[in-house]
């Protein structure tokens, strides 16, 4: 009887194996620094104000009662900061008032000599904030020269008329309180020194356009601070989010990758395994080609039958190689698909990362410009305060 030699089925080829998957996400270019929000300096508060033009001293202010009877030098001694002419018939006055009513004349709110600081906040206060009433630019109004005063019962005739009998008079009919001492020269040459003032290349007028501009820019970096600071908290959230993802990511790749190499060690295994059975398979080739060149007889029969029992079994085997060979096919060909699917993922990481690098650039670039702002801020502030100190030298000439 005739014995077909096994034929050569062996396993099936396998898939083409994919490549592992690299973990390729740059972080070198992840340069972008999570800058610190610009400090918020915006003062709109009176008190901050206040400290900036005046310091932490308060306006000295003092009060003093006596008898009546005789006067007893007890005007209010803010009187004393007045030009010197002015303050001696101030004294002069408030004896007078003193004799005639028994009382001192006073002050409001220590509204005699007014510093060119102190006029600067008041002016700066109602123009930018709405505070108080309106009041001169520093260096435009006599309280700057210690030549008016502020009074309390200003409706008085006494008093009215005894301010008048030593130089002092009312010069602005909507403000009855406030008296100016038009009884010197020194009034003509403050008044000529105002006009001067009032000029427009003068410090007043170029403190009062450094002012403006700074505010002007102030509120503009306030606006921006608060755009920018949103964005970079939108940034910084992002940031977070990608990081997460990336985190999950690479999990996800690390764990493809070792799963990837047990599959290559199988595949590795299963080649062996072939290789052997094909190394069998030649081994019963030649066995039977020794057997078909017996003679006939017993002997060859029993040499058939136990070959045939042999070659059943590496048929079995030859299925069960198969069967393997599907299973690694079918791995692989999923280990195709996952591979895909995380470049994809990888991709769309890129991506992101792209967009918060140029959301990144963009807010160092409004950093950078929000610190110019700041630095003009502060330039125009010491601008201001120049102006201020030039100002107080030109009224104290007077
Ligand atoms: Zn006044």
């Known amino acids: 009887m005739k014995h077909p030699s096994i034929p050569k089925k062996n396993k099936k080829p396998l898939a083409s194996k994919p490549r592992p998957v690299q973990q390729k996400a740059s972080h070198a270019r992840r340069l972008i620094k999570k800058q610190k929000p610009v400090k918020k300096k915006i003062t709109q508060s009176r008190a901050k104000i206040t400290e900036s033009f005046y310091g932490a001293k308060k306006p000295f202010f003092v009060k003093e009662f006596g008898d009546k009877s005789e006067y007893n030098n007890g005007y209010d001694r803010t009187a004393q900061s007045l030009h010197s002419e002015a303050f001696e018939k101030f004294v002069e006055a408030d004896k007078e008032y003193f004799q005639r009513t028994g009382l001192n004349i006073d002050v409001n709110k220590s509204n005699a000599r007014r510093s060119i600081r102190r006029q600067a906040e008041l002016y700066t206060l109602k ?70 003032l009032k000029k427009s290349n003068s410090p007043t007028t170029k403190w009062w356009n450094a002012m403006d501009n700074k505010f002007k820019k102030e509120k503009e970096l306030e606006s921006r601070t608060e755009t920018y600071e949103l964005q970079l908290s939108d940034y910084n959230a992002g940031f977070d989010e990608y990081d997460e993802w990336e985190k999950l990511y690479t999990i996800d790749v690390n764990e493809f990758n070792a799963w990837y190499k047990e599959l290559e060690k199988d ?53 069960i190689l ?68 030039e100002l107080e030298v030109l009224v104290q000439n007077i």
């Open 127 to 196: 123009r930018w904030f709405g505070q108080g009433n309106p009041t001169d630019r520093p260096g435009h109004s006599l309280h700057n020269y210690g030549l008016a005063v502020d009074l309390i019962r200003t409706n008085e005739n006494t008093l009215v008329e005894i301010m008048g009998n030593h130089g002092w008079t009312r010069e602005k009919p909507h403000e009855p309180w406030h008296f100016e001492f038009t009884g010197s020269d020194a009034h003509g040459r403050a008044k000529n020194k105002i006009n001067d």
């Open 267 to 319: 595949l590795v295994a299963h080649n062996q395994e072939v290789a052997n059975h094909d190394k069998l398979v030649k081994q019963g080739n030649t066995w039977l080609a020794q057997i078909e060149a017996m003679e006939e007889g017993d002997a060859k029969d029993r040499e058939l039958a136990e070959y045939d029992d042999w070659k059943a079994r590496m048929d079995r085997d030859f299925d």
């Open 322 to 389: 198969n069967g393997n060979a599907d299973t690694i096919d079918a791995d692989f060909a999923w280990a195709e698909g996952r591979a895909l699917e995380l470049d994809n993922e990888f991709t769309q990481l890129e991506e992101r990362l792209v967009e918060l690098t140029e959301l990144g650039n963009s807010l160092n670039g409004e950093f950078d410009a929000l610190k110019v702002l700041e630095e003009e801020i502060k330039n125009l502030e010491h601008k201001a305060d120049a102006l201020l100190n």
